[in-house]
């Protein structure tokens, strides 16, 4: 069983940076993966970036590479999605989730993510 709390959303003007973090409880396998995913209101959940723990590997949605910067922290499983040139249209609940297998389906697959954090709300104003 892992949980994951995220931290760090709030209000930021656009073009503005903010920085989230998530703290997973429980043990990450060096398979697992983990990733960011968003929510905006009327709107499926999105990919945003994502890790593999074994060796730091990235990836991102077309939408947030070069202003997005997913990281592990030097404290044990945590990871920082590290957010600027901020867009309104990044406005969204920002979600923490983490796999084991999640190459077997793509990184991008919401299904192949096995734990889910509660989420954090990150708004960007015009």
């Known amino acids: 069983q892992v949980q994951l709390v995220e931290s760090g959303g709030g209000l930021v003007q656009a073009g503005g940076s903010l920085r989230l973090s998530c703290a997973a409880s429980?043990?990450?396998?060096?398979?697992?993966?983990m990733g960011w995913f968003r929510q905006a209101p009327g709107k499926e959940r999105e990919f945003v970036a994502a890790?593999?723990?074994?060796?730091?590997?990235?990836y991102y949605a077309d939408s947030t590479k070069g202003r997005f910067t997913i990281s592990r922290g030097n404290a044990e499983n945590t990871v920082f999605l590290q957010m600027s040139s901020l867009k309104p249209e990044d406005t969204a609940v920002y979600y923490c989730?983490?796999?084991?297998?999640?190459?077997?389906?793509?990184?991008?697959?919401?299904?192949?993510?096995?734990?889910w954090g509660q989420g954090t709300q990150v708004t960007v104003s015009s």
């Open positions: 989730a983490v796999g084991s297998h999640v190459f077997a389906y793509g990184v991008t697959t919401k299904g192949a993510y096995d734990y």
């Open positions: 429980g043990r990450i396998f060096s398979t697992s993966v």
């Open positions: 890790i593999r723990w074994r060796d730091g590997d990235t």
